[in-house]
């Protein structure tokens, strides 16, 4: 495979890995609310990722850098095209940060009930809207000869667009139910169970669903037809979800949480794999879409990049391999009567 | 106001924002680090307080630098898109260098140091600190070098319609940026050094916690002396060199308009743009310009009437912006020196405590100052000489920007209130020991 290929799906493993990471606190931000009926149990919930989700965070970065490194056209046109709902991510993912710290700081019923909007809010949007746009780039997007979107925000909102968002939605909560359920003990570790077996049905209905609204209306399965080794990812990514189902019934939290992870890269590689080598498929005109041939940095640059990826990428997941082993273990009502705990 | 305007507003807004938080967090880090060694060494518990009181303040400052950084990584693309597209092959790789290299370690240890108290032995707990701080500055080193190849491209060429990377070394090794990263991060020190001072201050005046703010003082005290000099040094080799590489920038931050030898300097002017000339200028002081750019006061120092209309920088802003900075930083050295006669009898100088509390937001202006400076004195460029700020932005609606902008503001706003007030709410209690 040549250098934009390798680059390619690098891209597509750095931006699973982040849904995959910060997928759960997504998805533990989402059933707050739902879970968290008095103060304890919320904070038990926020202090689960605690000392984790700032790191997790990072792997969007990294994913956003990337793109601007080794595929600057991508990088430029995508996040123009997309202004809006970029934009609301970012902010929502700026008040769920801010939320997670300083919450616990104040001990008022109304400085708390902020915050816990804001983590509701801050999880909620970024989960539906990159869903969102993953689907409306598995899609194509209305840009032009130039690279111009000749779209709006609300275009996005088509039904593909909005099963997409779905699917994200569903599966973080199914991820973070799954988190909790192993992080947590008593009555919320019934409760963060009880959701993940709920969830789980609406999980494998809305996947069927999102793979064959995919055969309608997007050209992925083309890369499978013509290879159809590669249905191969297909099958593991139902497998894993089978598995995870498996491994609830047996209480082993941390397998179904193993798999459940598996079944968010799955996904993504799902439509990297269907859209390579195109990253921004045009729906205008085939001819106009961005792929890792038209959009990719000089040689130079995709070389150095890569030595660099292959020096820390490796040693990112060692360290943060690390802090997961260290903070293992439930978390608990005494944890929280450390002063540092959020 | 059209693309252009809304989006450098939005871009000036976001960016000097975030830097309210960032030099704190470079220079609180060590000091933290510093302190929590000495308790693993000594094992006496005024430095674990110590670490612990600061490392509050320390955490709520970090928490909104992390999360108001994010941002400006993804502007460059929402709203700067032809810039990105043209330079992606350097610029976009630095930034991604910075995230895989410095920014990960940081954030993941951050996690580490906060829920780490009880599972780390106190000098593990320490390095955590000690890494912290050396991926924050390892942070700062990137996008320093990523800003000086904005303001000094080295290492391109042009080809394929955009700047591609020929020489790697040349743009992370060069000049530019070890100076102005010298600059930066010296005068972040100096900030966080007045904080912890004013801070200190506080609770002295109040006579509370004496032995442990007078620890603390002394600290930063030590900190704030070396900084204030080495910057004010330090600046002065930035500005020679800023002179060769940006003649434009440093006629606009004098308002010097005629090319000229033996270039007087200037104390106070206030120009008129469109007459290409000053209404009022006091304290002129033959050959100090020419000295203060080549170290020789017969060079000749190039006018703004040497550039054309539209390549000069707009003059006020770079005048008073330099001002302010290399005024405030005059200060500095002034109130630290003082300081450093006033260091074992800190307590019976109430003038003096109550001087350095109310300097705490000194340096925040200077250090600002010091980037408008950089950034409005770069423009019309956005990358010096070879691409124009307007024609950087994306292809995008203005309304769309407007949006933004309105929404950054608000959220920014009300952010920086919650954060200030916590900051102030935890800097003013008497630690518990």
């Known amino acids: 495979m040549d250098l934009q290929g390798i680059w390619f799906f690098l891209w597509g493993l750095l931006w699973a890995v982040f849904f995959m990471t910060d997928g759960f606190d997504f998805g533990i931000g989402v059933l707050y609310p739902f879970l968290g009926k008095n103060d304890t149990d919320k904070r038990i919930m926020i202090n689960s990722v605690g000392p984790l989700w700032n790191g997790n965070e990072v792997w969007l970065i990294t994913a956003g850098g990337v793109t601007f490194a080794a595929f600057p056209l991508l990088y430029s046109v995508m996040f123009s095209s997309l202004y809006s709902g970029l934009m609301l991510i970012l902010f929502a993912l700026i008040l769920r940060g801010v939320a997670f710290e300083f919450r616990s700081k104040i001990d008022t019923k109304s400085w708390r009930n902020v915050w816990d909007i804001s983590i509701f809010a801050g999880s909620v949007l970024p989960a539906v809207l990159f869903g969102v746009t993953f689907a409306n780039i598995f899609k194509g997007l209305p840009i032009n000869k130039s690279g111009i979107y000749e779209g709006s925000f ?3 909102l088509n039904l593909y667009g909005i099963l997409g968002g779905l699917l994200f939605l569903i599966l973080f909560m199914f991820h973070g139910a799954l988190w909790l359920s192993l992080k947590t003990e008593g009555d919320l570790n019934q409760k963060a169970l009880s959701a993940s077996l709920k969830i789980w049905p609406i999980l494998l209905i809305s996947a069927v669903i999102f793979l064959a609204a995919s055969w309608f209306y997007t050209k992925l399965y083309d890369n499978y037809i013509s290879n159809p080794v590669l249905f191969l990812d297909i099958l593991l990514t139902v497998a894993a979800l089978l598995a995870a189902r498996y491994f609830i019934k047996n209480k082993e939290f941390l397998k179904a949480w193993i798999s459940s992870s598996v079944v968010i890269i799955g996904s993504v590689f799902f439509g990297i794999i269907g859209l390579y080598p195109n990253m921004l498929p045009s729906s205008i005109n085939p001819e106009f879409s961005i792929t890792a041939y038209n959009a990719s940095s000089s040689h130079l640059t995709l070389k150095i990049m890569l030595v660099v990826v292959i020096i820390f990428i490796p040693a990112v997941i060692a360290y943060q391999a690390w802090a997961y082993y260290l903070f293992r273990g439930k978390v608990t009502k005494e944890d929280l009567a450390y002063d540092e705990s959020y | 106001m059209d693309t252009v305007m809304l989006s450098r507003l939005q871009f000036a807004t976001a960016t000097m924002f975030h830097f309210l938080f960032v030099p704190l967090t470079l220079g609180l880090s060590i000091m933290i680090a510093i302190m929590e060694t000495k308790y693993a060494r000594t094992g006496d518990k005024m430095y674990l307080s110590m670490a612990k009181f600061w490392g509050k303040i320390f955490l709520i400052n970090f928490g909104l630098g992390i999360v108001t950084g994010i941002t400006l990584e993804f502007q460059f693309g929402t709203n700067w898109s032809r810039y990105s597209a043209f330079v992606g092959d350097i610029f976009g790789s ?9 920014f990960f370690l940081e954030s993941t240890l951050i996690g580490v140091w906060i829920f780490g108290w009880r599972k780390l032995s106190p000098k593990a707990h320490a390095a955590v600190m000690w890494l912290i701080a050396g991926a924050s500055t390892l942070s700062a080193v990137w996008i320093i070098i990523a800003n000086s190849w904005m303001q000094h491209p080295v290492g391109y060429v042009l080809r394929n319609g955009r700047a591609e990377l020929s020489d790697f070394s040349a743009v992370i090794f060069q000049k530019f940026a070890i100076l102005q990263f010298l600059h930066t991060v010296s005068g972040a020190y100096i900030v ?9 201050a506080y609770h002295l005046l109040k006579k509370q916690s004496i032995e442990f703010f007078t620890k603390s003082f002394r600290i930063a005290l030590l900190f704030g002396l070396l900084f204030s000099v080495f910057t004010a040094l330090e600046g002065d080799m930035h500005g020679v060199h800023v002179t060769e590489v940006q003649p434009a920038k440093l006629a606009a931050m004098e308002a010097h308009w005629e090319t000229a030898t033996r270039a007087p300097l200037t104390l106070f002017a206030i120009p008129d743009e469109k007459n290409e000339k000053n209404i009022i200028e006091i304290g002129s002081i033959p050959g100090l310009l020419s000295f203060l750019g080549y170290h020789d006061i017969n060079a000749e120092v190039k006018g703004l009437k040497a550039f054309p209309k539209d390549e000069r920088p707009p003059v006020l802003i770079s005048l008073f912006s330099f001002r302010t900075m290399v005024g405030l930083g005059t200060l500095f050295i002034l109130l630290t020196v003082i300081g450093w006669f006033k ?8 003038l003096y405590l109550k001087m350095m509390l109310y300097s705490i937001p000194l ?7 010091g980037w408008v400076l950089a950034e409005v004195g770069r423009q019309p460029w956005i990358v010096y000489g070879i691409m124009k700020t307007s024609d950087a932005v ?3 609606a203005s309304s769309q920007v407007l949006v933004s902008l309105i929404a950054f503001i608000l959220v920014y706003g009300l952010l920086g209130i919650a954060g200030f007030y916590l900051i102030i709410k935890n800097a003013k209690k008497n630690p518990a020991l």
């Open chain 2, 192 to 200: 966080s050094s007045f904080f912890v001072m004013g801070v200190s």
């Open chain 2, 394 to 396: 994306s292809p995008i």
């Open chain 2, 363 to 369: 340096p925040y202006i200077a250090i600002e100052a």
């Open chain 1, 154 to 156: 609300f275009g996005l």
């Open chain 2, 343 to 350: 260091r074992n009898k800190l307590v019976e100088s109430p």
């Open chain 2, 94 to 102: 630095l930034l991604a260098i910075e995230a895989s290299a410095a």
